[in-house]
């Protein structure tokens, strides 16, 4: 079935360098993208989305990248710091309603 | 305002149990949504509202009522819950348009006994 996934579970982060987060989706008929950060004990919070006619979206130190043509998405941070640690999600619409799709996640640890 | 809340933050209940988990906004969201996470697991949609009626139901089982009082408001009311049941829900609203970022309440923690 329709489905969106993660390549990695886990990335592991020296303080101050960049990471990249990697998503796929299968769905083709998605419109709408987003990455959320899950921190243990708390709810997902929106860190960045993106529209399908779009392949780049930049915010303060993050990246989101689309690649329809492989269904791909990613997502940048840049000079990662500890309070970047948590669990990212990424999250696919597929039109029509707000039925969002979550992915298996992805678990960030920042090494000071 | 521009939050998510829930009530309660943590909830221990027993099998024969009625409780009510509540979520608020007054974002002036007209969609709100209940969502049900396991440990390590990604968000699983449970429930839809939109303009206070509710549009999905996942085939979640019955013991699980949602209830949308008004356009600010979302209850989910349980009943004879089983232990699987135990876990992190979480409520959600959006403004309603196709392709909307939904915002996250901290969840409630249930544990069913």
């Known amino acids: 079935g329709e489905s969106v996934g993660l390549h990695l579970p886990t990335l592991s982060v020296q303080e101050g360098d960049n990471s990249i987060i990697n998503c796929a989706y299968s769905?083709?008929?998605?419109?709408?993208f987003i990455w959320y950060k899950q921190e243990s004990g708390k709810g997902p919070q929106f860190i960045i989305d993106?529209?399908?006619?779009?392949d780049k979206r930049q915010g303060q130190r993050v990246t989101v990248l689309l690649n329809k043509t492989v269904k791909h998405l990613s997502l940048q941070i840049a000079a990662t710091q500890p309070g970047d640690s948590a669990v990212y999600f990424c999250?696919?619409?597929?039109?029509?309603?707000?039925?969002?799709?979550f992915g298996t996640g992805t678990k960030l640890q920042v090494i000071p | 305002d521009t939050e998510v809340t829930q009530t309660p933050k943590h909830l221990v209940m027993g099998m024969t149990n009625k409780k009510s988990l509540k979520c608020e906004q007054h974002?002036?969201?007209?969609?709100m949504y209940w969502y049900k996470q396991k440990a390590k697991k990604p968000p699983e949609l449970m429930f839809v509202?939109?303009?206070?009626?509710?549009?999905i139901n996942e085939s979640v089982p019955s013991r699980f009522s949602p209830e949308c009082p008004n356009s600010s408001l979302l209850n989910l009311h349980l009943h004879a819950l089983q232990p699987e049941d135990s876990a992190l829900y979480l409520c959600?609203?959006?403004?309603?348009?196709?392709?909307?970022?939904?915002?996250f309440g901290p969840g409630t923690r249930l544990t069913v006994l």
């Open positions: 974002m002036g969201h007209r969609a």
């Open positions: 959600a609203s959006s403004p309603r348009r196709q392709g909307d970022t939904q915002y």
């Open positions: 769905n083709s008929a998605s419109d709408y």
């Open positions: 993106i529209r399908s006619n779009m």
């Open positions: 509202y939109s303009y206070e009626k509710l549009s």
């Open positions: 999250a696919e619409n597929s039109g029509g309603y707000q039925k969002v799709t």
